[in-house]
């Protein structure tokens, strides 16, 4: 199992959060899984930006972004250069640290 770090979110994860996280799972699903309710307005098709993360430790690790992901986080709010869309970023076998950044450029939050 892979540890996954989360830092402390206001709304989603007010506390950080530290999960245990099987190698293949995106960090997406490992988030939604215990029940931080990141936003994924796209359904994980990556065609938006709400599911964006930045890695702060551990981002050598996951898959390369695509051209399409590198496109879509041109868009995100609070773009950095650890940035990845979580619904596309695959945990491996190195530990993350993960923050989930303050405001997404969704303009409603959708309940998922």
Known sequence: M???VVLPHPQLCPDGA???VEPG???????L???IEIEHACEKSCACTT???IVREGGSSLNEADE????MLDKAWGLEAQSRLSCQAIVAATDLVVE????????AREHH
Do not use: F, G, R, W
């Not at 989930?100 to 303009?107: A, C, F, G, V, W």
């Open 18 to 20: 530290v999960l245990d």
């Open 100 to 107: 989930i950044p303050k405001y997404t450029i969704n303009h």
């Open 33 to 35: 899984d215990a029940d």
């Open 51 to 53: 599911c964006h993360v």
């Open 25 to 31: 799972v995106s960090i997406c699903d490992a988030l």
């Open 2 to 4: 892979t540890q996954v």
């Open 68 to 71: 399409l992901e590198e496109d």
